[in-house]
């Protein structure tokens, strides 16, 4: 008899458990006590009561799910009204949501480079837009992080519809793109930019309107912005947000828009209130990078190895992944839940503890997360192997 067809998977587990790379789920608990420094709640409003009662309305009125493709069944009023409000938010001239942030970056790296165009791709681009660029006709170029002049570069050697791709904020260190660099970069060669502003919309700009109204760059008729409605609105779902022409392209030919089921009206429910609310309470965003800047200066007082935030994640370095996986460890036993990146997650291959600054985090929390990290990292046995 031939051997199991997934025999290659074993040998794959290994290969991970040597490494010290294997990766576990762990469910949360409803009521979990740990203080949360690892989602992405970056304004603290996944479980604010106005939030959560607007996803069960929305349930109530609109069903469990969106029954369909939003071509079909999948576009609700609630839809609609999401799309237009975070378009003026955002200042742009329309914008179209997604099941998820994934699928947003999919639909528009695929439909905005058709064959013969060239896509100039960040090294440390999230994997939903490397993913775009592996699907998407056209070639792709990989240049060094946050650089505007590879960039200039690259789209110096093609001739034909081009496209610059990065996030605004690194999901992995928390630094930021210049942005206005790089859509200097693209002008002077008639190519578009294109941005996922995942960590930066409801953190940055004015009153946490985005990394791209921050650098003048909203409302731009060569620039267009994704975003995903799962961090700083606490709901589910993601956006494009551009010029009017380019989102009714995406209607017409997203593979990700045409063929996925919309988005739950609990989400776009949620999203929608977690706008609102910003909107009237625009001083979230300067807490959350307020908490961030106060994580970094505390941590790196403690002689950690803290990047200085640009906006609300906060990364501290890790000697090997194994010690990152112990310091996560201790001190979710310690009460405090952390994110923990290691390879192939992070770019160089230096493994870090992630940390999310909440704009509900309390200085007295902030502290104690502070103690926390710096003890289980003194207490860290040198060699520990997973």
């Keep these: 008899m031939a051997g199991s067809p997934f025999a290659w998977i074993d040998e794959q587990a290994h290969q991970r458990l040597q490494a010290g790379l294997v990766r576990t789920l762990r469910p949360r608990a409803a009521d979990s006590p740990l203080l949360d420094l690892a989602s ?4 603290g409003l996944a479980r604010h009561p106005e939030i959560t009662a607007a996803a069960a309305r929305a349930a109530h009125r609109w069903g469990a799910g ?3 493709s939003r071509l079909v069944s999948g576009t609700t009023e609630l839809h609609g009204e999401l799309e237009r409000e975070l378009a003026d938010f955002c200042g742009f001239e329309s914008a179209l949501v997604f099941s998820s ?6 639909a528009v790296v695929t439909t905005l480079a058709p064959h013969g165009s060239l896509v100039v791709s960040d090294a440390g681009n999230h994997a939903s837009l490397i993913d775009g660029c592996r699907l998407a006709r056209g070639a792709t170029q990989v240049v060094a992080h946050a650089d505007p002049d590879a960039v200039r570069k690259a789209l110096g050697t093609h001739e034909g519809p081009a496209v610059a791709v990065s996030d605004t904020v690194f999901s ?7 942005l206005a660099e790089l859509a200097t970069a693209c002008r002077e060669h008639g190519a578009a930019l294109l941005v996922d502003d995942a960590h930066g919309l409801g953190v940055l700009g004015d009153g946490g309107r985005g990394a791209p109204q921050a650098a003048g760059l909203a409302g731009a008729p060569d620039v267009v912005v994704t975003a995903t409605l799962s961090k700083s609105f606490g709901s589910q779902g993601g956006a494009v947000l551009g010029p009017a022409p380019v989102i009714d392209h995406l209607v017409n030919a997203a593979r990700t828009f045409i063929f996925d089921t919309g988005l739950a009206p609990a989400a776009a429910g949620a999203a929608l209130a977690a706008l609102r609310l910003l909107r009237r309470e625009p001083e979230r965003a300067a807490r959350a990078r307020e908490v961030a800047t106060a994580l970094h200066t505390r941590l790196t007082a403690e002689g950690l190895e803290a990047v200085r935030p640009d906006a609300a994640v906060v990364s501290v370095r890790a000697p090997s992944p194994e010690q990152a996986v112990r310091w996560a460890a201790d001190c979710r036993e310690a009460g405090l839940a952390v994110g923990c990146f290691r390879p192939p997650s992070v770019p160089d291959g230096i493994s870090r503890l992630r940390l999310t600054a909440r704009a509900d985090l309390t200085d007295a929390q902030i502290e104690h997360a502070v103690g926390v990290i710096s003890s289980v990292r003194r207490q860290s046995p040198p060699n520990w192997r997973e």
């Design 40 to 43: 992405n709640d970056y304004l």
């Design 66 to 68: 969106a029954t369909g």
């Design 101 to 106: 942030g994934y699928a947003a970056n999919l």
């Design 172 to 178: 992995v260190d928390g630094d930021a793109a210049p």
